[in-house]
Nanobody, 111 residues
Framework: VQLAESGGGLVQPGGSLRLSCVGS???????IGWHRQAPGKERELVGF???????HYVPSVKDRFIISRDDAKSTVYLQMNNLKPEDTAVYYCKLRDSNAWGRGTQVTVSE
């Protein structure tokens, strides 16, 4: 299964965006993570969702970001609220048990 991210853009601080991660096939049995890479920094995990719908977030985004999934649409979402300039990064989704990365989608938080 290959994943493709979309939904990035430019948003002001305090704003919201929803990113989508669409699979080329069924994703229902996969744990899927969202990751991000800011300029000059290493790629980091943002959070993940299990095939049972349980979620985990890193402290920096907890209570602001929400990961959800719609297996009927082979899609995982990343709802990002109260965005901060430090959230600026390229965002990627990935199957937990895969080393394959997509192109990502750019999120820029700026006035």
């Amino acid at each position: 299964v290959q994943l493709a991210e979309s939904g990035g853009g430019l948003v002001q601080p305090g704003g919201s965006l929803r990113l989508s991660c669409v699979g080329s096939g069924s994703i229902s049995s996969y744990v899927i993570g969202w990751h991000r890479q800011a300029p000059g920094k290493e790629r980091e995990l943002v959070g993940f969702i299990t095939y049972g719908g349980h979620t985990h977030y890193v402290p920096s985004v907890k209570d602001r970001f929400i990961i959800s999934r719609d297996d009927a649409k082979s899609t995982v979402y990343l709802q990002m609220n109260n965005l901060k300039p430090e959230d600026t990064a390229v965002y990627y989704c990935k199957l937990r048990d895969s080393n394959a990365w997509g192109r990502g989608t750019q999120v820029t938080v700026s006035e």
